[in-house]
C-alpha cells in the first residue's frame, strides 16, 4: 500500500498536512471537553458557586464541539477529494499502462482482471484513503493525548480501562486471524465472477445458439455463491466487533462508576467532590481510549482488502512491457514502402516451439505480397510482427530500411494502415470510426468520404440516418460484420499509410465486394505496398508475390500461376476452393490484367 502513495501529487500530499492539522485540532477539542465537564461539576457540587461560571463553562465546552464539529467537516472534505483525485490517478495510470502494453504483457492478465484492477480494487484503495486520513491518524492520538490525560488520576480505574482494552486486543487479534485470509480470497473471486459475466455477455449468441443459457447460469451460480460464502464469513466476523466493543464500554463505563462509589464511600467529605469530578473526568477519556481502539479496528476491517488491491495495481504499473520504444523517426531515403523480414523466426512468450522459421521475403514499394496456408501456420503471426505487436525472436524485420524496433511507436504506427482479422469498432459514429484517433475538428469529411468510397462502404453509409454522423454502437453491433469490416477498411485507408496489413480482412465479404474493393484499392492507392492474409485463393490470385506457409516454414513463393505449377501445398488449397478450369481463366485474367498495366 505504501509503494502506491509514490503516485500521491504534491497538491495532494499538501492537503494531506493540512488535514493532519485539523485531525489534531479536532482531537485536542473533543479532549478538551471532559476538562469543562469536571469543571462544571464541581462548580455544580460546591456550595456558593456562581452561576455565572457555570455558564462560562458550558459556553466554552460548546465552542469546543462547535470547533470539534466544523474541524471534523474539513478533514472529511480534504480526505475525501485526496482519495478522489489519488483515484482519478490511479485509474489513468493503469489506462495509460496497459495501453503501452504489448500482446504479451495483454495476454498474461485477463480482460475480466484488468477490468476490476480498475474499478473494484481503486475503490478499495480510495476507501481506506478516506478513513484512513480521518481515523487512523486520529485514533493514535486521541489514544494517548487521553492515556496522558487521565494518568495518575486514580489506579483501580486505570487498571479497569487497561483490562478492557486487553479484552478488545485478544478479541481483535483472534477475529482478524480468522478473517484477514479470507479478504484476501475476495478479490480473486471477484476476478472470477465478472470473467463469467464478461465470457457470457460477449459470446451471448453462442450460448443461445446452443440453448446453453441453464449451463452458464450453472457456472455464474457457482462462481457467485463461493464469492457469497466468503463475504458472508468476513461479515459474520466483522459482526462480532461492534456489538463486543458497546458490552465492553457499558461494562467499563459501569465498573468506573461502581469503583467510582466505592472511593467516594469510603473517602473523607473534603475528598468527596474531588473524587466525583475525577471519575466523571475518567470515565469520559476511558471512552475515548476504547473509542480510538475501535476506530483502529474500523481501519483493520478495510486495510486486508485494500492491501490486496494495492498489490494488484501495483502488479499492472511495475509490469515493464517487452516493446521497447525506438528513437528513429523515418527511414531511410529511396526505401520508401519496403517491408523486409529477414531470416525471422518467432515463438509466443514462454512457448517451447517457434511458430515461424527462419522466414525471409521483401515486398518492394507498390507491390501486393499475400500470405496462405492452413489454419494455424503462423500467417497473422507474421504479419504481427510488422507493427510489433510482438517482436522478433530471431532475425530482423524491416520498414523503409530500418528495423522496426528502431523506430519510435509514433513514427511507425503512421507508416501502417492495419485492418484486423475480426473488425473492432467503437461507441461513436461512422466518420469518428473511420478516422479513428482524430478528434471532430482535426478530421478532414473529404478524407473519410473518400476512404469510405474506396472501401465500398458508400453504399449502405449513404442509406444510415445522418450518413456519416450515423451512430455506431459499442463494438459495431448496429452494423453487420460485412459492414464493420469495409468500415475497418475505410479506416487503414484514411491514414494514408505506405503499408498496408490486411490479415484475413475480406472474410466477411462477399466474392463481388471483395474484387471490386481490391481492384479499388489498387487504382486509389497506387504506391501502398499491401501484406495480405487471406484464406480465399480469389482474393491473392492478383498478388505480385504470395508465399505459401505451412507450419511456420515459407513451403513456396511466387506469382499465383508459378506456384499452381511447382508447389503441391498451394495446389491443393487452390483445388479445394476452386475447379481447375475456375484457376485457368483467374490466371488468364490476372495475366491480361498484368499486360494492360503495362
Same mark, same amino acid.
Given at each position: ?220 451460480? !457457482?462462481?457467485? *455463491?463461493?464469492?457469497? #460464502?466468503?463475504?458472508? &464469513?468476513? =461479515?459474520?466476523? $466483522?459482526? +462480532? @466487533? ?28 473534603? !475528598?468527596?467532590? *474531588?473524587?466525583?469530578? #475525577?471519575?466523571?473526568? &475518567?470515565? =469520559?477519556?476511558? $471512552?475515548? +481510549? @476504547? ?308
Amino acid at each position: 500500500m505504501l509503494k502506491l502513495l509514490k503516485y500521491m501529487g504534491k497538491m495532494e500530499w499538501l492537503q494531506a498536512a493540512l488535514s493532519l492539522v485539523f485531525v489534531v485540532v479536532q482531537v485536542w477539542l473533543n479532549l478538551k471537553l471532559p476538562d469543562y465537564m469536571s469543571r462544571i461539576t464541581v462548580l455544580v457540587e460546591t456550595p456558593n458557586s456562581q452561576m455565572s461560571d457555570i455558564w462560562i463553562a458550558g459556553g466554552k465546552m460548546l465552542l469546543c464541539a462547535l470547533g470539534s464539529f466544523v474541524a471534523t467537516v474539513i478533514v472529511a472534505f480534504l480526505s475525501s477529494r485526496i482519495a478522489a483525485s489519488f483515484s482519478q490517478t490511479l485509474r489513468s495510470l493503469q489506462f495509460k499502462k496497459v495501453d503501452s502494453f504489448s500482446m504479451a504483457e495483454i495476454n498474461s492478465f485477463s480482460t475480466a482482471s484488468l477490468i476490476t484492477r480498475s474499478t473494484n480494487d481503486v475503490t478499495q484503495v480510495q476507501l481506506l484513503i478516506v478513513m484512513g486520513l480521518q481515523i487512523l491518524i486520529m485514533a493514535p492520538i486521541t489514544a494517548v493525548w487521553a492515556i496522558v490525560k487521565i494518568a495518575g488520576k486514580g489506579v483501580e480505574w486505570t487498571v479497569a480501562t487497561g483490562v478492557a482494552a486487553g479484552i478488545l486486543l485478544v478479541m481483535f487479534a483472534v477475529i482478524l486471524a480468522l478473517v484477514v485470509p479470507k479478504f484476501k480470497r475476495v478479490q480473486s473471486l471477484t476476478d472470477n465472477i465478472s470473467r463469467v459475466t464478461l465470457e457470457n455477455l460477449t459470446g451471448l449468441r453462442v450460448v443461445r445458439a446452443y440453448n446453453a443459457e441453464g449451463y452458464q447460469e450453472g457456472k455464474f451460480d !457457482d462462481a457467485n *455463491t463461493e464469492l457469497t #460464502n466468503t463475504q458472508l &464469513f468476513t =461479515s459474520r466476523g $466483522m459482526a +462480532v @466487533i461492534f456489538p463486543t466493543i458497546s458490552l465492553i464500554m457499558n461494562g467499563l463505563n459501569l465498573a468506573i462508576y461502581w469503583i467510582g462509589a466505592a472511593l467516594i464511600n469510603s473517602a473523607g467529605m473534603a !475528598d468527596k467532590i *474531588t473524587l466525583f469530578s #475525577n471519575m466523571v473526568v &475518567f470515565s =469520559s477519556y476511558a $471512552m475515548q +481510549v @476504547i473509542m480510538a481502539f475501535m476506530m483502529v479496528v474500523m481501519i483493520f476491517i478495510l486495510l486486508p482488502r485494500a492491501q490486496v488491491s494495492a498489490q494488484r495495481i501495483n502488479e499492472v504499473l511495475d509490469t515493464k512491457s517487452t516493446i521497447v520504444d525506438g528513437t528513429a523517426e523515418a527511414g531511410l531515403a529511396g526505401q520508401e514502402g519496403t517491408v523486409t523480414f529477414d531470416h525471422v523466426s518467432f515463438k509466443y512468450p514462454d512457448a517451447a516451439d517457434y511458430v515461424l522459421n527462419d522466414v525471409s521475403f521483401t515486398a518492394k514499394k507498390g507491390e501486393t505480397v499475400a500470405f496462405i496456408g492452413s489454419t494455424g501456420s503462423g500467417k497473422s503471426s507474421l504479419v504481427n510482427l510488422v507493427p510489433r505487436f510482438y517482436d522478433a525472436s530471431k532475425g530482423s524485420v524491416s520498414i523503409d530500411g530500418v528495423n522496426v524496433k528502431e523506430y519510435s511507436h509514433d513514427a511507425l504506427t503512421k507508416k501502417i494502415g492495419y485492418v484486423p482479422q475480426k473488425a473492432v469498432m467503437f461507441q461513436g459514429n461512422v466518420a469518428s470510426n473511420v478516422a479513428f484517433g482524430q478528434d471532430a475538428d482535426e478530421r478532414s469529411q473529404e478524407g473519410v468520404e473518400k476512404a469510405v468510397s474506396i472501401a465500398q462502404a458508400e453504399e449502405f453509409v449513404s442509406k444510415m440516418p445522418d450518413t456519416y454522423d450515423a451512430p455506431i454502437a459499442q463494438s459495431g453491433q448496429n452494423v453487420s460484420g460485412g459492414q464493420k469490416q469495409r468500415l475497418s477498411i475505410a479506416r487503414a485507408v484514411y491514414r494514408k499509410p505506405e503499408v498496408y496489413i490486411f490479415d484475413d480482412s475480406f472474410s466477411a465479404l462477399d466474392y463481388k465486394t471483395d474484387k471490386v474493393l481490391r481492384k479499388a484499392l489498387k487504382e486509389q492507392t497506387q504506391g501502398v505496398t499491401s501484406l495480405i492474409v487471406a484464406q480465399r485463393i480469389g482474393t491473392i490470385m492478383d498478388a505480385d508475390q504470395i508465399l505459401v506457409i505451412d507450419q511456420g516454414k515459407v513451403v513456396g513463393k511466387g506469382t499465383h500461376r508459378e506456384l499452381l505449377a511447382t508447389n503441391d501445398v498451394y495446389r491443393q488449397i487452390a483445388l479445394s476452393q476452386l475447379s481447375a478450369e475456375e484457376l485457368d481463366m483467374g490466371t488468364e485474367k490476372s495475366e491480361e490484367m498484368g499486360e494492360l498495366e503495362k
